[in-house]
């Protein structure tokens, strides 16, 4: 009995190792060297030199771009973008479970595809919108219109940069995690619905509130942490926008860019392995901040 | 003919309507042209027997598409014709733009010029059918198929597998060129010298630092940006070229500021293959209606800025070009014109307070904020082309760019050296400009660095360099023509002669400034006090104080870590700066201190 139940447990592992040794290599070990970098001088061209906590009290104490810029923009995006591009990509999947399959399919498409291929619609859409020429479609329509007599700067002057950012960020938002909370409305049993409107329910309202979130609540917490990791990870947009590395001014500059710059510009990968460490305490915050408010009890576990 | 006349007209139009293409405001136009629309009929029906006599001698086909252009302008011009107050708001059709009558008629006088022939093979054949001229649909499709399964096997992008004594070389080209490359090595270098080379592509320069880690980096890089090498050289990895004893041998073919950010503390770490210039490009059709010389200095520019702005038309400078990062190749220019300098000659801080430095920055952002120069333009080419721009400054990629891809405006427009200051009043006007291009480097732990030089040595060496953009020529088409670096090289390439002799003038005020530990900060912050300046509205003068502490700080941090004086650091050694002053004393074999 007890050899058998022990013979059991070890197949169970042998079931798990493909997925432990994949998680190992591509997962915990790339942490693990980065953890390690981070406490290094690293020219990424000589052996690294172990100097202790130096990175990091540099990284809070002397890199004003990065306390400066890096920090609050990263956060102020995050905080915009994540809770916007959830609430919009919940209230398409709704809109779309109303419509008719073929419609949605089309429509489904057309919302998930600028997640896809924001980098190429990047340069042949919203730079040529944006463009600071006369042509450049926006300040050609406000100058026909009679609005602005000369062209508005948009992708120049350091207070727009952010502004578009977050508009192109919020259209291009609505990526894996509107697939599931799409295909989680269409799961919810119909029965529900009819058995809440027996029981008194009165509108649409409280059918969304009452039952479409509390049945999808797995697929909005997935959501959830796909917007915040995908949010805090976001890199390279202002500069894609504005054509500019570093953007003007440093605006819409985010802690990927700054590590980016600090790994392959200065050569400086332990400092950068620093930041990314930091990146990732900050990420961890915000997973278990959604866990604790769309997970449920057994989600709770994790932590 | 009809061009020069549609073009006349167009600026006509554009005086009397101040360039306001709304189509809500009404124009007696008629009032100050009469004899418009009878001009553009006949400008019509003379278009039209053209392409009836072009027609007849094509007993084929009726209509072919290079001409049918011809009747698609013909018919826009009457239908300008029957409305002629508004064409104001028909510009586009008539004379701007890629569909107007001008440009159509251009694009069908550039067909008729250049009928290409080509043949694939000759038959002699007497009473037997010939094989068809193209192949059957399966049969495309399976060498389309071949010639995928063929690509895994294709060397070029094969790095591996070469055997010990063989030079590995990575060049920073595409494929086009690296085949010319390849075969011209193995026709001259390898028979001369029977030391076999295997260049292969770099499609990324990160491969150098990745394959320098794993230490299988190749013996030489050719054609890597100029602006790369530094960072590699200042950590070690490069072989200082210097060490060779017939450096100068080389070094004397080209002008020595194209070494500068080659250039690291008493090492010069690669050789400069090929070099960029900036022209001032002008339309002299428009210069000519105007009444306006071509500029040569920025004085002549500020003063004619006021006539063209009154015809609704500007002045380019790549300063408003579509990036918003000013880097040194737009800002730098500026700044030497004035006198001034970015960095000291000794140790390592920034000089953005001289007074010749304040001078320029003030000058490039009163360019924007008091002259009104254009703040971005997506593309000067189609603004120099459609003429609202009828002047600028650019590379010397428009040259190309115009003739291949404006042929309707062929004679209308010319290049010459850009403006400049005459500062000590000698009458010569100073034109610096950046020379920005590609250079040959060897790796130091390379085990065949003497065979490495031989070789960079042959591939700059005037003749080859003269051979390879004469094989470019044929090969890939003028359109693919570089810059050659060395100058004997370029004096005797296959470029146009008029473009040549401008181009030979202008390289003669190459000048870059240095790379040094850190130096980005001083490109970056400079490209932001031009924006705080120029969008923020900022006064000059504290948006530079705003700047010169983050210069420090970024310079000196980067000196502590290798180790130079810095503030924090003394006694640390001393870094000394290549500049135009000095650049010999590492060139120049019989530089006296």
Not at chain 1, 200 to 228: D, H, N
Not at chain 2, 236 to 248: C, P, Q, S, V
Not at chain 2, 415 to 440: C, F, H, M, Q, T
Request: proline share 4%.
């Amino acid at each position: 009995m007890n050899k058998s139940k022990r013979k059991k447990v070890n197949d169970a592992y042998l079931f798990a190792l493909p997925y432990f040794l994949v998680f190992f290599t591509f997962v915990i070990a790339l942490i693990v060297i980065s953890v390690v970098l981070s406490f290094t001088y690293y020219d990424t061209i000589n052996f690294p030199d172990f100097v202790g906590l130096r990175n990091y009290v540099n990284l809070f104490t002397q890199d004003t771009d990065f306390m400066q810029y890096a920090l609050p923009t990263t956060i102020k995006y995050a905080l915009i973008i994540g809770p916007g591009g959830y609430i919009i990509s919940f209230l398409m999947a709704w809109l779309l479970a109303q419509v008719s399959y073929k419609l949605r399919t089309v429509l489904a498409i057309i919302l998930y595809s600028p997640s896809l291929t924001s980098g190429v619609l990047m340069a042949v859409i919203w730079k040529v919108t944006f463009s600071g020429d006369t042509r450049g479609y926006l300040n050609y329509f406000l100058l026909q219109m009679g609005f602005i007599n000369e062209p508005v700067q948009w992708l120049q002057d350091s207070n727009m940069i952010f502004g578009i950012m977050i508009f192109v960020g919020l259209w291009s938002s609505m990526s894996v995690g509107f697939l599931a909370m799409l295909s989680g409305i269409l799961n919810i049993d119909k029965d529900l619905y009819e058995a809440a409107y027996v029981d008194g329910m009165k509108s649409r309202w409280q059918e969304i509130f009452y039952i479409t979130i509390p049945s999808i609540k797995p697929q909005m917490l997935f959501g959830a942490v796909m917007a915040v990791v995908g949010t805090f990870n976001a890199a390279g947009m202002a500069s894609a926008l504005t054509g500019a590395y570093p953007p003007p001014q440093l605006a819409g500059w985010l802690i990927v860019d700054h590590m980016n710059d600090f790994g392959f510009s200065r050569y400086e990968m332990g400092y950068a392995s620093a930041m990314s460490v930091v990146l990732l305490m900050i990420v961890m915050i915000f997973y278990y901040v959604s866990v604790s408010l769309f997970g449920e009890k057994k989600d709770k576990r994790i932590r | 003919m009809i061009m020069d006349n549609i073009s006349s007209i167009s600026l006509m139009v554009k005086t009397i309507t101040g360039g306001n293409n709304s189509d809500t405001v009404d124009w007696d136009i008629l009032k100050y042209i009469p004899d418009l629309v009878e001009r553009l009929n006949s400008y019509a029906d003379r278009l039209e027997e053209i392409y009836d006599e072009i027609d007849e001698m094509d007993t084929g086909v009726s209509g072919a598409g290079e001409t049918s252009t011809l009747n698609v302008a013909a018919k826009q011009l009457r239908r300008i014709a029957k409305n002629p107050n508004k064409i104001g708001s028909k510009l586009q059709e008539f004379s701007e733009g890629s569909g107007s009558a001008y440009q159509l008629i251009g694009n069908a006088i550039s067909y008729m010029m250049q009928q290409p022939l080509s043949i694939d093979c000759i038959y002699v054949y007497q009473d037997q059918d010939l094989p068809k001229a193209t192949g059957s649909f399966f049969r495309k499709l399976w060498d389309g198929i071949k010639g995928f399964f063929y690509s895994f096997f294709d060397t070029r992008y094969n790095d591996n597998d070469v055997d010990e004594d063989t030079l590995e070389v990575w060049v920073g080209q595409s494929t086009l060129y690296l085949d010319i490359i390849q075969s011209m090595i193995d026709q001259d270098f390898t028979k001369d010298t029977g030391i076999k080379v295997k260049a292969s592509i770099m499609n990324n320069v990160q491969k150098i630092v990745l394959s320098n880690a794993t230490d299988d980096n190749p013996d030489a890089v050719l054609a890597i940006d100029n602006w790369n090498p530094y960072a590699y050289a200042l950590r070690g990895i490069l072989a200082d070229l210097t060490e060779f004893d017939d450096f100068e041998e080389v070094s004397e073919n080209y002008y020595a500021n194209n070494f500068t950010p080659l250039i690291f503390e008493d090492g010069v770490y690669g050789i400069p293959e090929t070099q960029s210039v900036f022209l001032l490009y002008y339309r002299k059709d428009i210069l000519d209606y105007l009444d306006l010389d071509v500029p040569d200095t920025w004085e002549d520019i500020i003063n004619m800025l006021p006539i063209l702005q009154s015809h609704q038309m500007n002045f380019y400078h790549p300063l408003g070009g579509e990036s918003s990062f000013k880097g040194y190749g737009f800002t730098s220019p500026i700044i030497y014109q004035f006198g001034g300098e970015i960095y000291s000659e000794f140790g390592i801080e920034s000089t953005l307070r001289d007074e010749n430095t304040i001078k320029a920055i003030k000058f490039m952002t009163d360019l924007f904020t008091i002259y009104n120069l254009p703040l971005q333009v997506s593309s000067f080419f189609e603004h120099f082309r459609s003429g609202d721009m009828p002047l600028g400054i650019s590379t010397i990629d428009l040259y190309l760019q115009m003739k291949y891809a404006a042929p309707e405006l062929s004679g209308q427009w010319d290049a010459v050296v850009i403006p400049g200051n005459d500062l000590d009043d000698d009458g010569i006007v100073e034109r610096w400009s950046p020379s920005y291009g590609k250079a040959s480097i060897i790796f130091e732990n390379s085990d065949q660095k003497e065979d490495a030089w031989k070789l960079i040595k042959w591939w700059n060496s005037t003749e080859v360099q003269i051979e390879y953009m004469q094989n470019i020529k044929t090969g890939l088409g003028e359109k693919y023509l570089m810059l050659s670096a060395n100058m004997d090289a370029l004096k005797q390439s296959v470029w146009d002669e008029s473009i040549k002799s401008v181009v030979m003038e202008q390289a003669k005020w190459a000048r870059i400034p240095a790379v040094t530990p850190g130096s980005y900060v001083v490109e970056r912050e400079l490209s932001n006090i031009w924006n705080k300046v120029v969008i923020d509205k900022e006064n000059v003068l504290i948006a530079i104080n705003e700047s010169v502490p983050k210069i420090v700080r970024e310079l000196s941090r980067k000196a502590d870590e290798f180790g130079y004086v810095s503030v924090n650091n003394p006694d640390g050694r001393p870094y000394y700066v290549p500049m135009n002053e000095n650049i010999d004393r590492w060139i120049r074999e019989d530089y006296d201190e």
